[in-house]
């Protein structure tokens, strides 16, 4: 099922930056700035190496609450539109995770909204990450 | 009634099943019955269906101890989400 009009998705492939920004701005000529947010896997967390992180999502569930994310964004901050894509399963240090690409008529809506967007996925997106390290794996905390 | 609970993350490789039919006889549950019951039927998952901070989505919509249970509904049990 399609949710959002293809504007948020969760897939195991790496997305494009640059074709995600594209098809943003397709749309409209009211634009005045698009705001970023791309998260990567670090190499390190919480005083331990990171080899590679596994992402687990509760298929379905997940995408609604993008939609519905994406839905108050754009309401709460006047957004002309918003993209947002996490990616599933295996990645490795260095790999991309998530993508907030927020569309506004001024840069100032457009950064509060990819701030606001990260924040509130991290908290309500059922989305799991476990960490594997050398010395073993452990489905990390969620953080206050 | 059945339900169809289902686990995600910690409590997915704890319960060792993805998801599990549950059938209900006698008057109807609401979470906190159900969460009660499998808890009492695992110890070691009971640990983590015991634990403060566990999640519950009823029909992929986050709900509370109290939600009441109908026939056929999907009970997914998880921890804290941790994306992005």
Same mark, same amino acid.
């Given at each position: 099922?399609?949710?959002?009009?293809?504007?948020?998705?969760?897939?195991? +492939?790496? /997305?494009?930056?640059? %074709? =995600?920004?594209? $098809?943003?701005?397709?749309?409209?000529?009211? @634009?005045?700035?698009?705001? *970023?947010?791309?998260?990567?896997?670090?190499?390190?967390?919480?005083?331990?190496?990171?080899?590679?992180?596994?992402? +687990?999502? /509760?298929?379905?569930? %997940? =995408?609604?609450? $993008?939609?519905?994310?994406?839905?108050?964004? @754009?309401?709460?901050?006047? *957004?002309?539109?918003?993209?947002?894509?996490?990616?599933?399963?295996?990645?490795?240090?260095?790999?991309?995770?998530?993508?907030?690409?927020?569309?506004?008529?001024?840069?100032?809506?457009?950064?509060?909204?990819?701030?606001?967007?990260?924040?509130?996925?991290?908290?309500?997106?059922?989305?799991?990450?476990?960490?594997?390290?050398?010395?073993?794996?452990?489905?990390?905390?969620?953080?206050? | 009634?059945?339900?169809?609970?289902?686990?995600?993350?910690?409590?997915?490789?704890?319960?060792?099943?993805?998801?599990?039919?549950?059938?209900?006889?006698?008057?109807?549950?609401?979470?906190?019955?159900?969460?009660?019951?499998?808890?009492?039927?695992?110890?070691?998952?009971?640990?983590?269906?015991?634990?403060?901070?566990?999640?519950?989505?009823?029909?992929?919509?986050?709900?509370?101890?109290?939600?009441?249970?109908?026939?056929?509904?999907?009970?997914?049990?998880?921890?804290?989400?941790?994306?992005?």
């Amino acid at each position: 099922m399609e949710h959002g009009g293809g504007r948020v998705r969760v897939q195991r +492939e790496p /997305f494009d930056v640059g %074709a =995600e920004t594209a $098809l943003l701005t397709a749309g409209s000529r009211r @634009i005045g700035g698009v705001a *970023l947010f791309v998260g990567l896997v670090r190499d390190f967390s919480q005083g331990r190496a990171v080899t590679k992180i596994l992402f +687990e999502h /509760f298929p379905g569930m %997940a =995408e609604a609450r $993008l939609a519905e994310l994406r839905e108050a964004a @754009i309401a709460r901050f006047g *957004l002309i539109d918003l993209v947002v894509v996490h990616r599933c399963g295996e990645l490795a240090p260095g790999d991309q995770i998530v993508l907030i690409a927020a569309a506004a008529e001024h840069r100032a809506e457009a950064f509060a909204a990819c701030s606001w967007c990260i924040d509130e996925l991290k908290r309500t997106v059922p989305i799991w990450k476990k960490e594997h390290a050398p010395d073993g794996a452990v489905w990390l905390e969620a953080h206050p | 009634m059945k339900l169809t609970v289902r686990y995600f993350a910690v409590l997915r490789e704890r319960a060792g099943v993805e998801s599990e039919v549950v059938a209900w006889d006698g008057p109807a549950p609401d979470v906190e019955g159900l969460r009660a019951h499998l808890a009492a039927r695992a110890p070691a998952l009971g640990e983590l269906l015991r634990g403060g901070s566990l999640l519950v989505a009823v029909n992929r919509e986050y709900a509370a101890p109290g939600t009441p249970l109908r026939d056929g509904d999907e009970v997914a049990f998880f921890p804290p989400v941790t994306g992005g």
